[in-house]
């Protein structure tokens, strides 16, 4: 899945959502490899 995180468009591998504190997160396997969290609102999906 491409996804546009601070301006920049990378390839990420969706892992899973989950629901903190009122917040969604996503958690995602990176270009490089490590996976990270991220609030789910500041993602955006590309084609």
């Known amino acids: 899945m491409r996804v546009e995180i601070d301006g920049n468009v990378i390839r990420i591998k969706p892992t899973d959502i989950s629901t903190k504190n009122g917040a969604e997160f996503l ?4 270009e490089d490899g490590k996976t990270q969290e991220i609030r789910a609102d500041l993602v955006s999906i590309q084609k």
């Open 27 to 30: 958690t995602f396997t990176g």
